[in-house]
């Protein structure tokens, strides 16, 4: 988003405070962010906060003309490159849907040959509502980019969809959308994501601290960059946001192993992501065990190999391991590159701060089978995950000149 001119347009609704967040973030990032607040936003929040967090005037007011060499909508309408709406109302969608211009806000956005995103929120029953569906639909055949809303819990006091997409998603969003060629058009793309979980007895299970969000990141960026995308995910609290992703849940090692076999003859690329369990009890119990005195042992097996497995069985497929260290991240990683017949592996020592489980950073290495790599800083895991496609992509490009 560096030097990027963003017009963040906000519209009353009470998801309006997540705006301030939005405007903070973007104008971290680099961006030159000027704001446009209906009447109704300025309710929810004033527009000094805005002016404070982008250090630069807000606008609400069609006729409020500060500069008599310019009209102050068609100035800003010119000068925005990326413009956003949110949170983006049923109000303020059904107005751009049917080209009515009656305030700063729809007056500006229908003057600006700017690319347009918008963030809806709303409650769950208006967003499913036939006149809002129409309404976006049109908008988006205009060619309008949406960026769903989340489900949750709602200011109404719903659970649903309609909560207003965190700002760094929105961000990812669009920067993913802006700047990313679609080098991966055509490629069928496996990827593994996040823990499994052993089962013990009915309350109790083994399984470790992955969230799964590398994985999901990558699965993401991939879907932007144009691949066919299959995911196999463990138990996560994630939500796919590119609707072109085939999601299959699993929970065991058993089952992880039995779909990543099940997608790899047909994939291109395949990146397994995934912490699966190692071991898991040896006796699964049906009913609950009970506390006794002293010690407790259970003995535990080994689970299939599921990289080591496809590995063996791999033709065409170009397979990119991780490997989550603590130590000796690089030597222990080629280690496993060669072991397990991979073409590439993502090192990362997971003691590191900002390379843990569960953070939204990460700090990798790429290793290439020529052992040639890439390290990679402390970056957010969307951005990641897309460096990381484009090293599989110009290691591919190698290989077939």
Same mark, same amino acid.
């Given at each position: 988003m560096l030097g990027k001119k963003v017009l963040?347009?906000?519209?009353?609704?009470?998801?309006?405070?997540?705006?301030?967040?939005?405007?903070s973030k973007l104008t971290q990032q680099g961006a030159d962010v000027k704001v446009i607040m209906t009447e109704n936003a300025m309710k929810f929040v004033s527009p000094l906060v805005f002016q404070a967090l982008t250090r630069n005037p807000v606008?609400? @007011?069609?006729? @409020?003309?500060?500069?008599?060499?310019?009209?102050?909508?068609?100035? &800003?309408?010119?000068?925005?490159?990326i413009a956003i709406?949110?949170?983006?109302?049923?109000?303020?969608?059904?107005?751009?849907? $049917?080209?009515?211009?009656?305030?700063?806000l729809t007056t500006t956005l229908l003057a600006t040959s700017a690319e347009v995103y918008i963030a809806p929120a709303m409650n769950v029953h208006m967003y499913e509502h036939p006149a809002v569906i129409q309404?976006?639909?049109?908008?988006?055949?205009?060619?309008? $980019?949406?960026i769903e809303p989340g489900a949750g819990y709602l200011a109404c006091g719903y659970v649903g969809k309609g909560r207003l997409e965190e700002p &760094?998603?929105?961000?990812?969003?669009?920067? /993913?959308?802006?700047?990313?060629?679609?080098? +991966?058009?055509?490629?069928?793309? +496996?990827?593994?994501?996040?823990p499994t979980r052993e089962k013990?007895?009915?309350?109790? =299970?083994?399984?470790?601290?992955?969230?799964?969000?590398?994985?999901?990141?990558?699965? %993401?960026?991939?879907?932007?960059?144009?691949?066919?995308?299959?995911?196999?995910?463990?138990p996560t609290e994630l939500d796919i946001v590119n609707q072109r992703i085939h999601l299959v849940n699993i929970t065991t090692a058993e089952d992880m192993y039995t779909e990543m076999n099940k997608y790899f003859p047909d994939s291109d690329i395949v990146i397994k992501a995934a912490a699966v369990a190692d071991y898991r009890p040896k006796q699964v119990f049906t009913e609950k065990m009970k506390k006794k005195p002293g010690d407790l042992s259970i003995e535990m097996e080994r689970t299939k190999d599921v990289l080591m497995s496809l590995g063996e069985r791999k033709t065409k497929q170009f397979l990119v391991g991780f490997?989550? %260290?603590?130590?000796?991240?690089?030597?222990?990683?080629? %280690?496993? &590159?060669?072991?397990?017949?991979? @073409?590439?592996? !993502?090192?990362?020592?997971?003691?590191?701060?900002?390379?843990? =489980?569960?953070?939204?950073? /990460?700090? !990798?290495?790429?290793? /290439?089978?020529?052992?040639?790599?890439?390290q990679l800083d402390i970056a957010l895991k969307t951005d990641i995950a897309t460096s990381?496609?484009?090293?599989?992509?110009q290691d591919l490009k190698d290989e077939s000149n």
């Open positions: 963040l347009c906000v519209s009353g609704g009470i998801a309006a405070y997540k705006a301030c967040d939005l405007a606008h609400f @007011d069609t006729f @409020d003309e500060l500069d008599p060499a310019k009209i102050a909508h068609i100035d &800003l309408a010119d000068w925005a490159e709406i949110a949170p983006a109302t049923a109000n303020v969608i059904g107005k751009l849907a $049917h080209g009515i211009a009656d305030d700063m309404n976006m639909n049109q908008l988006d055949q205009w060619g309008y $980019h949406f &760094l998603k929105i961000i990812e969003a669009i920067k /993913n959308h802006q700047v990313k060629p679609m080098i +991966l058009t055509g490629k069928k793309v +496996l990827i593994s994501a996040g013990l007895d009915p309350v109790r =299970f083994f399984t470790n601290r992955s969230t799964g969000k590398m994985g999901f990141a990558l699965a %993401e960026a991939a879907a932007n960059l144009g691949a066919d995308v299959t995911l196999v995910a463990g490997a989550a %260290e603590t130590n000796n991240a690089i030597e222990n990683g080629m %280690e496993k &590159l060669k072991r397990k017949n991979l @073409d590439a592996i !993502v090192v990362n020592n997971v003691a590191t701060e900002g390379a843990g =489980f569960g953070g939204d950073t /990460n700090i !990798v290495t790429y290793l /290439n089978k020529n052992l040639q790599q890439h990381i496609l484009q090293f599989i992509h």
